[in-house]
């Protein structure tokens, strides 16, 4: 699978955005997608994960209510969609396969899509 991920930009704090992530291959539905990001400085961590059917989803507690993960596999598109953005939601966002549902380890995510800028001005 390869995956592309778009949709950063700049926006003020407390505004929205969604991120769009378009994945190849036709075996798409066959896997869990997840959201990571990484600010300048800082680990790459989980954001939010969902299931390959897009019935199930979970989120890091830091974006738990603000941040909601979906997908299209008819399209084979994954989507966050990010409400009450803060300042410290700025980051390098990546989509990416995981390698199980339920999962919030980088390391248990491959096949890395290049990553959106997000950037949050107060």
């Known amino acids: 699978v390869q995956l592309q991920a778009f949709g950063g930009g700049l926006v003020q704090a407390g505004g929205s955005l969604r991120l769009s992530c378009a994945a190849s291959?036709?075996?798409?539905?066959?896997?869990?997608m997840g959201w990571f990001r990484q600010a300048p400085g800082k680990e790459r961590e989980f954001v939010a994960g969902i299931s390959g059917s897009g019935l199930r989803s979970y989120s890091a507690d830091s974006v738990k209510g603000r941040f909601t993960i979906s997908r299209d596999n008819a399209k084979n598109m994954v989507y966050l969609q990010m409400n009450s953005l803060k300042a410290e939601d700025a980051a390098v966002y990546y989509c990416?396969?995981?390698?199980?549902?339920?999962?919030?380890?980088?390391?248990?995510?491959?096949?890395w899509g290049q990553g959106t800028q997000v950037t949050v001005s107060s």
């Open positions: 291959g036709r075996t798409f539905s066959s896997y869990a």
């Open positions: 990416a396969v995981l390698k199980r549902y339920g999962t919030n380890s980088p390391l248990q995510a491959d096949s």
